[in-house]
């Protein structure tokens, strides 16, 4: 393996909620980030090691790792050469109906990083389909499928919800939360959060980290981030999008949206929309 590095999303069209990446790195590193799908990934070559909630993990080549949505990681090469991989993101309603179960969406299986090959063998086919020239629609829909199907043995039935389904969550970072997503696009000082929560700014990183898994400004990046990711899909360029986002410039777009997707705006943006 050489040092070149490269990433390619892909979005196929009539196939709503899947999304893939192919992607290749050495010296790139996400910073802690969350997708609100789920992600399914198999490392062809290398091996990446990620932190995972308070864990940390290793997948090297021919395992697979599952992530169920809204968890909190990192990943970065673990080997010198780096690590090469491909990833679905499907979004939760589509695992919870290709899972055919009733009730509440399901979870993920206690092990993150594994081996399938029968997994693997259809993610790779489901990739074969989504790279392919031209695309073929319907190929590329019965292979996803396919692939969501063959994770089923890795999912488990989600645990009943608390008490009257409210989030057991500190009521201080709740209020710290809300603030922030309702300004996602503008500066929030440590000092104002700390004042909406009601907490000194040391105890609300501390409660805010431990509740959510990331810093409140990492939490508002990610908010940014998602935004932005909507605005691209609209075909809105990466320079306004930086503008409306909260972004200093486009650079900075950039530099923090690949760190949390693995591929430029404008990558993202030509793949979803052409």
């Known amino acids: 393996m050489t040092s070149t590095e490269y990433s390619t999303y892909f979005r196929p069209k009539g196939l709503d909620g899947v999304e893939a990446l192919h992607a290749r790195f ?17 490392v062809e070559r290398g091996a990446a090691r990620f932190d995972l909630d308070a864990t940390k993990q290793r997948a090297a080549q ?40 009733d009730g509440a969406a399901p979870r993920a299986a206690r092990w993150v990083v594994f081996r399938d090959v029968a997994l693997r063998a ?6 074969a389909a989504l ?15 396919a692939a969501a199907g063959a994770l089923r043995p890795h999912l488990r039935p989600a645990p009943p919800a608390p008490r009257g ?20 696009d503008q500066r929030v000082t440590l000092a104002e959060l700390a004042a909406v929560a009601g907490l000194s700014r040391f105890e609300l990183v501390r409660r805010f980290g431990q509740q959510n898994g990331v810093s409140p400004h990492a939490f508002q990046t990610n908010l940014r981030v998602d935004h932005a990711r909507r605005l691209l899909e609209t ?40």
């Open 122 to 127: 259809a993610l790779e086919r489901a990739h």
């Open 235 to 274: 075909g809105t360029p990466p320079a306004e999008v930086a503008a409306w986002c909260g972004f200093a410039d486009q650079p900075h777009l950039t530099r923090v949206f690949k760190r949390a997707v693995g591929v430029t705006p404008g990558s993202y943006g030509r793949a979803v929309t052409s």
């Open 26 to 42: 050495v010296r790139h590193a996400y910073r802690p980030h969350s997708h609100p799908t789920w992600t399914i990934a198999v």
């Open 165 to 184: 389904h409210e989030r057991a969550e500190h009521a201080a970072v709740r209020r710290a939360r809300r603030h922030l997503s309702e300004r996602w």
């Open 131 to 145: 790279a392919a020239e031209p695309a073929d629609g319907l190929a590329i829909d019965e292979a996803v499928l």
């Open 62 to 101: 021919g395992e697979l790792f599952v992530l169920e949505p809204d968890a909190v990681h990192t990943g970065m090469a673990a080997v010198p050469e780096g690590w090469a991989y491909k990833v679905l993101y499907i979004e939760p309603r589509l695992v919870h109906d290709w899972a055919e179960r």
